[in-house]
């Protein structure tokens, strides 16, 4: 998708090493921490020196550092960036950063509580999930705009052929031709699917009175549970 996306002329990537902006042979980027203690820490001139080589901005530009202390990446980070302004992104390695570079940059993303070993696997997830909705990279505008996040809630359940495999068959009502059917049939399994998987997501979901009333019948309180967490005690 990123290939594509690049060669469609859509967007454009660089990428910079940090160790070019190194000052000694060896090339040194990281640095014992002050204080003393295990492991390594990027150090804040080569971070420096690297923006300061940046060709000029067009328009407006966004530095972001890619680092376990940020705020949670959000379909909404990516909704509200698809206008296409630049943005930097900043990757570390090692035990950490220097703080200082935490002066030299306008936000702090991370992709959870899980430990990574660098912020690059983390920059693809951004640069991915932003190019994406950059109309025409992909096939269809559509697949970008009916994404289970935009409209608040989890997806519905999907099927293709064969109608039954191994037994298992599909809701009749997807094979009726009704539309209008179908429809209602869809909306409703996400809310159920939200509903036991990620309660939490509909306080922010827009929710119309029939939603609101189906999820009553499937025993709804209308507040939202704590979220069940994959590894955690309630799973
Ligand atoms: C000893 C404390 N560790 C923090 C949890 C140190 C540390 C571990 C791993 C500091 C940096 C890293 C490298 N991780 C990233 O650069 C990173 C990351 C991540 O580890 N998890 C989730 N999102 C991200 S974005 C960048």
């Keep these: 998708m990123i290939r594509i996306a690049l060669e469609k002329g859509l967007a454009t990537l660089r990428i910079v ?3 070019d902006y190194a000052d000694d042979r060896h ?3 990281d640095d014992a921490p002050y204080g003393g203690g295990p492991g390594m820490v990027l150090k804040v001139e080569p971070v420096a020196r690297a923006l300061a080589a940046l060709p000029p901005p067009a328009g407006p530009r966004e530095v972001i550092l890619l680092s376990p202390q940020g705020e949670s990446l959000t379909q909404a980070f990516f909704e509200q960036r698809a206008g296409g302004a630049d943005l930097v992104l900043v990757c570390g390695r090692y035990k950490g950063v220097d703080e200082r570079i935490r002066g030299l940059v306008d936000r702090e993303v991370s992709l959870g509580d899980f430990v990574l070993s660098g912020g690059e696997l983390a920059a693809m997830v951004v640069i991915d999930g932003l190019l994406r909705l950059i109309p025409g990279v992909l096939g269809d505008l559509d697949s970008a705009r009916g994404d289970s996040f935009s409209s608040g809630l989890l997806d ?3 099927y293709t052929r064969p109608e039954v495999w191994e037994g ?3 809701p009749p009502v997807l094979l009726s031709g009704h539309h209008g059917e179908v429809g209602r049939w869809r909306r409703r399994d996400a809310l159920e699917r939200t509903l036991r998987r990620r309660p939490d997501l509909l306080a922010g979901a827009a929710l119309s009175d029939e939603d609101a009333r189906h999820l009553r019948e ?3 309180a209308g507040t939202d549970a704590p979220r069940q ?3 955690g005690s309630g799973a």
């Design 229 to 231: 967490r994959w590894g």
């Design 27 to 29: 090339r040194t980027i």
């Design 218 to 220: 499937l025993g709804w």
């Design 156 to 158: 519905c359940a999907y």
């Design 17 to 19: 090493n940090l160790r």
């Design 168 to 170: 298992r068959g599909v």
